[in-house]
């Protein structure tokens, strides 16, 4: 199938990018790690000894960037609906995190709970604002539904959020389970993308008690 202008516009745009040129030349499968090191290097999110939750992880860029600065002390689980490929010292899990064998597999995994869950989550773009928006703030409020059933108390949920229809009504969402809220926009982010990277800090939830209730592995 012949690519359309726009398509080649983009890829030519892309590969240009400084970003993606130095993510291919360090190592990293995604230029959204340059991401996460600058919000690591500015908030200290990722320390040694970590229970991890990668949500939306694939292709590993951020898992790739988290696995070493937990250490062999910690434990990262990356979860994707796509397939990907191993990082080491990290649990890689292909399925959708609601499928019952995905989330017992995640509990065997992280029988705790996590200290951190973090999403790099973006929607598939159609080119309609209104449909690519409401998709977004989906995925955003999902990764929150994460938060809510897995965090410990006094942890971080680190998601990307696009500004527009329905981002404040997630702040307020937010605001009922965290003390703080943090709002990055890393360098390597796009200038003229709307999206931002939201720190909620001090989780005040109730995970442990809906984690009690979630599916367990019967291996």
């Given at each position: 199938?012949?690519?359309?202008?726009?398509?080649?516009?983009?890829?030519?745009?892309?590969?240009?990018?400084v970003?993606?040129?130095?993510?291919?030349?360090?190592g990293?499968?995604?230029?959204?790690?340059?991401?996460?090191?600058?919000?690591?290097?500015?908030?200290?999110?990722?320390?040694?000894?970590?229970?991890?939750?990668?949500?939306?992880?694939?292709?590993?860029?951020?898992?790739?960037?988290?696995?070493?600065?937990?250490?062999?002390?910690?434990?990262?689980?990356?979860?994707d609906?796509?397939?990907?490929?191993?990082?080491?010292?990290?649990?890689?899990?292909?399925?959708?995190?609601?499928?019952?064998?995905?989330?017992?597999?995640?509990?065997?995994?992280?029988?705790?709970?996590?200290?951190?869950?973090?999403?790099?989550?973006?929607?598939?773009?159609?080119?309609i604002a209104?449909?690519?928006?409401?998709?977004?703030?989906?995925l955003?409020?999902?990764?929150?539904?994460?938060?809510?059933r897995?965090?410990?108390?006094?942890g971080?949920?680190?998601?990307?959020?696009?500004?527009?229809?329905?981002?404040?009504?997630?702040?307020r969402a937010?605001?009922k389970?965290?003390?703080k809220?943090?709002?990055?926009?890393?360098?390597?982010?796009?200038?003229?993308?709307?999206?931002?990277y939201?720190?909620?800090?001090?989780?005040?939830?109730?995970?442990?008690e809906?984690?009690?209730?979630?599916?367990?592995?019967s291996?």
């Open positions: 199938m012949a690519r359309s202008k726009s398509s080649e516009k983009w890829l030519k745009e892309h590969f240009r990018d970003f993606v040129q130095r993510a291919m030349k360090e990293y499968r995604s230029r959204a790690a340059y991401k996460l090191l600058e919000i690591q290097e500015k908030d200290r999110i990722i320390r040694p000894g970590m229970r991890i939750l990668d949500v939306g992880a694939a292709p590993g860029g951020w898992t790739q960037v988290a696995a070493p600065l937990i250490g062999r002390h910690g434990r990262l689980v990356a979860v609906r796509l397939p990907m490929d191993p990082v080491a010292d990290a649990t890689v899990i292909c399925g959708d995190v609601y499928e019952d064998e995905v989330i017992a597999a995640c509990r065997e995994a992280l029988p705790e709970g996590a200290d951190l869950i973090m999403s790099d989550m973006a929607p598939n773009m159609s080119g209104s449909v690519d928006q409401a998709r977004a703030i989906d955003a409020e999902l990764a929150l539904d994460m938060a809510q897995w965090l410990r108390p006094g971080t949920l680190l998601i990307k959020v696009f500004m527009g229809a329905g981002a404040e009504e997630l702040r937010l605001r389970d965290f003390k809220i943090v709002v990055r926009k890393p360098e390597a982010s796009r200038a003229r993308s709307t999206e931002q939201w720190l909620a800090l001090d989780f005040q939830g109730l995970a442990q809906r984690l009690d209730k979630l599916p367990t592995s291996l």
